[in-house]
Every structure is written in C-alpha cells, then in structure tokens.
C-alpha cells in the first residue's frame, strides 16, 4: 500500500469514528472525501485488495432496495460484501465504505465491492472500479437540473459501459426502452430481466412517462401496454427495435397493495413462487434486479431465493414505525414515476387515509420542484381525506394539491416537518396508520425526529 | 362563452411539469364558472382559425424538440402567428419559446427558423442557467414579482418589436447579460421559467385568461379568486430563491 493511500485510509478512519462518537450522523461520506483528497486513487487503490471485484448498481430508482437485496444474497452465498449501504451513492460514498470495511493496514475483510451509484456518477465509478458487473435497473427523470436530459446521460453511460472488460456483464432492464437500448452491440454478456405479464398494464400512460422515442432512430416507440411510467411492452416502427426478451422475469403477478406482491419468478433452469413484502411494481424490478446481479456474479438459484424470501425494505425507503397506538408507513418518493407508484400503490388499501407529504428542494432533492405538476395526485379522490403539506417547499405542495381540484379533501399546511407528522398523527385515531410520503432529505430529517423520540432506531445502528 | 385551450405537443413538449400550467388555466377559469376545453394539438394537427382562444407550449428534450420542429414551423408556424395577431392569447416555455422566436443559432450548422412570434432570437450558449429565478414583472400581481425554476443553455436576446415579461432580480433570465427574462407580444407571453410558471404566478394566468375571453369580445372582468395559497407559495419559492443564490 502506498503511503499516501495509508494515510488516507487512517485519517478517514479517525474522521469515521470521531463522526458517530460526535453523533453528527453515520459519517456515511465525510470520511471518504477526506480520503480521496489525500489520495485521488484510493478507491482505485483499494478494490484491488477485493478477489471477486466490484459490481455497481445504478439506475434512477431503486438502487438501495435492490442493493441491500443483493448484499444479502452474496452474504448467503458466502461472498461477503463491501457495501455503501446508506443511500451514500456518489464517490466518497464508495471510498467511505471501503475505509468502514477496512482494518488499520488496509486489508479488507470483504470478497466483493458492492456499490451503488448515482447515474451521472456511473462514468467515474467504472474507471475507478472496473467493475466486472453494472446493473442499470430504468432511468427516470429525477434531478435534471443536475444530471442534464436523460438522453445524454443514457448515451453517456453506454459509452463508459461499452469501455468495460470484455468479461464483464451487463444487467439491464428490458422493459425500459432507454436502459434496454444500452445493450445492444455490446461485446460484454448482457443479460435482461423484466415483467411478463400484463394483468397490472394499462393502455395509457402516466403524465411521468419520460422515454417515449427510440433510442437508436428517434422514431416515436409503439406501446402494446405499460406497466410503469415509460416501462412496459415497446417496439420501434422505424427499426424495429423491441424490448428483449428476458432471462429473469416475473410473471402471474397478484398485488397486495402495502402488503406486496405475490408472483412467480422465472429464472434460466427453473421458476419460484413468492410473495415480495414490499408494496409497487417498481419494488417487484428490484427483486428482479438483484437476482439478475446476484446469477451473473454466479450465485445459484437455490442460495437466491432464501435471500429474496428473507429480504425486508431497506430501511427508509419503506419504513412501517409503531408508535404508542398508533402506526407510521413511510415511503420515500423522490420523482413524478416513483410517487405516481406510491400513491397507486397507496390506493390498492383500504380505507380513507391521511397524508403526509414532505418536500423539500435541498441539492440531494434537486433544487427544481416542478415535477410535482408530474404526480397524479389527482387518484387521491375518494381515498384520501387529510393531506398535511410539509417541508421546504410545503407551500408549493399545498397549491398542487388545491389545484387537484379535490374538494372534499381536508388540507393543512406546516413547514416545520416535526409539527407537520404531530398534525398527521392526530387526523387518525388509534390503531390507524398515518401515510408519510417525503423526498430525500426531509426523510432524512423525519427520521431523526423519530430517532429523538425512541421510535426507531439512528442508521449506523445497522439494520 | 367557452374559453378553448390548443395544447401544443402534450407528449413531446412536456419536461420538468409544464402540465400544471394547463392545470391552471383550466381551474381558474372553472372556479369562476367559466365553461372551458383543452385540445392536444399533437404532429399532423391543423391550426383552425378563430378557434382557439390560448394556447400553450412547453419545454422538451433534444429529441423531442427535433421531432416538434418541422410540423410547427411547416404546419403551424404561420397559422399560430395569425391566431396571436387576431388577439389569441399563448405560452410558451423554454423550448417552445425558442421556437417561438426568429431563430435559433447552434454552435455548428445553419441557423434554424423560428416561427417569429417574438422579435428574439436565441444562440447556442455553453454555460447551462441553472436555478430559481425572480423577475420584477408587470403580471406579477401584488408583490410585483413572477417567481420560478429556469434550466437552459440557450441566449435569447429581444428585438425593438417585443418587451421583457420581466426584469431579473435573481436569477439569470433570458441571457444572463441584461437582466431581461422571457418576452411579450401581444397576448403571447414566452419564457424560460418552469415550476410550473402560472400556479404561483396567478397574475400571469389571468392575463392569459383575460386575454382570450378580450379575443371574443367578452367582459374581461375577471372576478376575484381566494389566491392565498397561490401567494403563500409565491412568496415562499421567492424568499428561497434569494437563499439558495
């Protein structure tokens, strides 16, 4: 190890523990930046020490479920992970986890680097990793203000993906136009999974539909049916690109509303029946996702499914919190596709509900709050009765849902988010459950709230 | 007295929540028991004399842009103008409002027509403007202020033949160099300023209601709306824009 990577690694260890002694949080990046300030080729450096490599999940949602699914697979199989597994997705984030996992002379418990990255992040995590696995689970429209148009991050990526060791393997999502069309002349193995069955499409699609042309011609894509914002069943008039068929699929889908989905997952050499504790269809492509990664990374089917079976939300992104006599689900929506799925998700239940919905527009959020004009809040009628608008940007949320036009809808603003969930708590009685639906950092924020009253546990507690 | 909305490109010129200006319109005028309807006008469709009475253009990708560009500026481009001439109200975002100019210059190649609504034309730029903006505007109802989100990399710069819908306080605007954002013509209103722009600007959504029921000869005394949701978010997202700058 060189010097410099040696005092990398010590002084971010000290910055590591100072961090969550001070209890300034899980010192989740902190550590890493100082890292790489030190040295720019730590993270380089260290996945060296890793003899199974690196594989790198992206994609716009979802990459922490499916993540966390994967780690635990890989725990299963014997191939212990080295994870960053707080949702710190950019590249200190990496280097942190490595100097976590890591003992003072640099040599790293692990076998494999397991990381999640941000999309426009991608590029720089190939070159530092050479990964032999890059997951791409759908791209979405979320942060444009940071990542520029979806179509030149897509291009991007293919160029940084196709520049991979011709061992590697890409896992990709066939349902979603954009991600599929990476794969097409690539040299490396590219393997797709997707949904095959369309009990839950529909003809139309969401206003949050965001890849609607080819990839490769620009010629508008025909749809035979959608299942979720832009993905679904496609075929291109001009070149007559379709959706590949997929190696992983899930098909006979049956949906329990907060309760998941039950379906049966087919996989090269066999098929299992499941029911996914996780509410939506997007959370039915992150267990499709992680089975990909996990039989490309050579896992067998029959240390797979336990893992799946075993897996629970990871944790902030769905978040059930019991409080004296009352309940707390808390779902983490962050852009138009992945909040119109909550709220169809949310109307699967039973029941009239009160809501809480918390916006803010720090950096991690992204600064630009139109997409709420995106979200059908509109599928609230006759399911919601209280809506308690929350956050930094509570107001524009309180005139998105006026202009719902939802009248009978009883609506309350409040920025403070502590005094916001106090009102939505008080709008149910007793053994009924208050819905949480914030974006990044006020998640953030109503978690430690929680954390200060005892009711869950902070993050680096592990989970 | 029906107010008839032409939606320019629904699905192709719709990025960053453009929509919640149609949404806008269309409430405004329901709330005060204004009949009205909204026509996507999609690639094929014609422009009808006299039948429109606003009409609204978002934003869009690369893409999308290019696939609008030869059915507006072939089918549409001459009609559209007539329609504003004849009194039509319109918006227009981001790349729509481009179009809605004399030209765009890329950094290589020809420059590409605009429909010429506006005396503005608008050069290829290097650095993207990112950001919330606040502009003094005369629409901007009683603080006097549009307030919104702009993301282009474009340089529009005005003619003689239109004015500035507002003067930048915050924010870059139409070229970052002289402090104007967006144009007026008429009763055509462009700009660079999403979130969606009309919500929390109400003074600029009635204008443009205003505008189009003035087309008809109908009375153009628009009766006063509860707006203080509309004004809390307005004052809000303006003192945020000032923070975050």
């Not at chain 1, 080729?41 to 260290?46: D, I, Q």
């Not at chain 1, 119109?340 to 709050?369: H, Q, Y």
Request: glycine share 12%; aromatic share 8%.
């Amino acid at each position: 190890m060189r010097p410099s990577t040696r005092t990398a690694l010590l002084l971010g260890k000290g910055i590591g523990n100072a961090s969550r002694t001070l209890k300034f949080g899980g010192g989740s990046t902190l550590p890493g930046r100082v890292a790489r300030r030190v040295n720019p080729a730590f993270v380089e450096t260290m996945v060296k020490e890793l003899p199974l490599g690196c594989a790198l999940i992206t994609g716009t949602n979802g990459k922490t479920t499916t993540a966390t699914l994967l780690a635990s697979i890989l725990d299963n199989a014997g191939m212990t992970p080295v994870h960053n597994r707080t949702g710190a997705n950019l590249m200190a984030g990496i280097a942190s986890a490595l100097i976590r996992e890591s003992d003072m002379s640099g040599h790293l418990g692990a076998h494999i680097g397991l990381f999640e990255v941000d999309e426009a992040a991608l590029p720089a995590a190939i070159a530092d990793t050479s990964p032999r696995l890059v997951l791409v689970n759908n791209l979405f429209r979320d942060q444009l203000d940071r990542y520029g148009e979806l179509d030149t991050l897509a291009s991007k990526m293919k160029k940084s993906i196709a520049g991979l060791d011709p061992g590697a393997v890409v896992a990709l999502n066939a349902d979603d136009p954009l991600v599929s069309s990476i794969g097409s002349g690539l040299e490396q193995k590219v393997m797709y999974y997707g949904i095959d069955d369309e009990s839950y499409a529909s003809g139309i699609m969401q206003h949050a539909a965001d890849s609607k042309h080819c990839a490769a011609c620009g010629a508008r894509l025909d749809y035979d049916y959608y299942l979720f914002g832009h993905l679904g069943r496609y075929n291109c008039p001009g070149c007559g690109a379709s959706r590949p068929a997929a190696e992983v699929a899930a098909t006979h889908l049956e949906m329990l509303g907060m309760d998941g989905t039950r379906c049966t997952l087919r996989f090269p050499g066999g098929s299992s029946e499941l029911v996914i504790p996780l509410p939506g269809l997007y959370n039915v492509y992150n267990i499709l996702a992680a089975m990909t990664a996990g039989l490309a990374l050579g896992v067998e089917p029959d240390v797979i499914m336990p893992a799946v079976e075993e897996f629970t939300a990871a944790f902030g992104r769905v978040e059930r919190v019991k409080t004296a006599d009352r309940e707390i689900l808390m779902i983490l929506a962050k852009n138009p596709a992945g909040f119109n799925e909550v709220i169809r998700t949310l109307t699967f239940e039973p029941g009239r509900k009160s809501v809480v919905l918390a916006l803010n527009d720090n950096i991690a959020d992204g600064r630009d709050v139109s997409w709420i004009w995106d979200v059908d809040f509109e599928m609230f009628r006759g399911k919601v009765t209280d809506v308690v608008c929350s956050g930094i940007r509570a107001w524009d949320m309180a005139l998105r849902i006026k202009y719902s036009g939802i009248g009978e809808l009883s609506l309350t603003t409040e920025p403070a988010l502590e005094k916001a969930l106090d009102l939505g708590l008080n709008a149910i009685g007793p053994g009924e459950t208050l819905y949480v639906v914030p974006t990044y950092t006020a998640m953030l924020d109503l978690r430690r709230t929680m954390v200060s009253r005892g009711l869950v546990a902070p993050y680096w507690e592990g989970q | 007295m029906t107010v008839r909305i032409g939606w320019l490109y629904p699905d192709l010129m719709n990025i960053y929540g453009d929509r919640g200006n149609i949404v806008t319109l269309v409430q405004r005028c329901k709330w005060r028991g204004i009949p009205v309807e909204v026509d996507e006008l999609g690639p094929g469709d014609r422009i009808h004399d006299g039948l429109h009475d606003i009409f609204f253009m978002g934003g869009g990708q690369d893409r999308e842009q290019e696939l609008v560009y030869l059915d507006l500026l072939e089918l549409k481009g001459e009609s559209l103008k007539r329609q504003i001439e004849n009194g039509a109200a319109a918006l227009v975002i981001c790349g729509g409002y481009q179009l809605f100019g004399k030209f765009y210059r890329p950094f290589e190649g020809d420059e590409l027509a605009g429909i010429e609504v506006f005396d503005a034309y608008t050069v290829a730029g290097r650095k993207r403007c990112i950001g919330n903006v606040v502009a003094h505007s005369a629409l901007g109802g009683p603080s006097g202020t549009i307030v919104g989100f702009e993301n282009h990399s474009g340089k529009t710069y005005l003619g003689e033949g239109c004015m500035p819908l507002g003067m930048v306080t915050t924010g870059y605007g139409n070229n970052a160099e002289d402090r104007t954002e967006g144009a007026v013509y008429l009763g055509a209103i462009g700009t660079y300023l999403h979130g969606s722009l009309l919500p929390k600007n109400p003074g600029v959504a009635d204008f443009l209601i205003e505008k189009g029921l003035a087309r008809q000869g109908g009375d153009v005394r628009l009766d006063p709306l509860d707006d203080t949701v509309e004004l809390r978010a307005h004052d809000s997202a303006v003192a945020r824009a000032r923070k975050t700058h």
